[in-house]
C-alpha cells in the first residue's frame, strides 16, 4: 500500500537483519517482518526471523528455507482482499498503489496455498 512503484524490494541488509534478531534474543523476544518481496523473505529467514507477515510472492526455494529455519508464515488473506476491493473504488487509492492492490490479493491466496501445501508453519495474522 505504499506509494513506491516497487514494494520488493528489501530493506534492511543482513547485517541489519541479524543485530536486530541477536538483539531481541538479548531481550527474549522473537522477532518478526513484514514482507511482500522473496528477498527480504530470504534474508529475514537467514538471519533468524520468526515470522513472516505477508510474504505474498514468495518462491519455492523460501517456502524450503521457512521449513529449514522452522520460520511461520502469517499470511494475512484478509489484508490481501481488502486492498484489492479498495482498489476497485474510483479515486479511493493513488493510481501507483491501486495497481498493486488489485495484483496482490490473488497472488497472496495462491502463495499461501502453495506454502500450506509444502508445510510451511502457518499462524493467524490480519495485519487490521
Not at 520468526?50 to 494475512?76: D, G, Q, S, W
Not at 479511493?92 to 492492490?101: E, F, H
Amino acid at each position: 500500500m505504499s506509494v513506491a512503484k516497487n514494494g520488493q524490494n528489501p530493506q534492511f541488509t543482513m547485517e541489519e537483519l541479524k543485530a536486530i534478531v541477536e538483539t531481541a534474543i538479548d531481550y527474549g523476544m522473537l522477532t518478526a517482518t513484514h514482507a511482500h518481496g522473496d528477498e527480504g523473505m530470504r534474508r529475514g529467514i537467514v538471519a533468524g526471523i520468526k515470522t513472516i507477515e505477508h510474504a505474498t510472492l514468495m518462491e519455492e526455494p523460501t517456502r524450503e528455507l521457512m521449513i529449514e529455519h522452522n520460520a511461520y508464515l502469517v499470511p494475512t488473506i484478509s489484508a490481501g482482499k481488502a486492498a484489492a476491493a479498495m482498489a476497485d473504488i474510483p479515486n479511493y487509492l493513488p493510481a501507483v498503489v491501486a495497481i498493486k492492490a488489485r495484483e496482490i490479493g490473488p497472488i497472496s491466496e495462491k502463495n499461501f496455498k502453495k506454502a500450506y501445501e509444502k508445510g510451511v508453519s502457518i499462524a493467524f495474522g490480519t495485519d487490521a
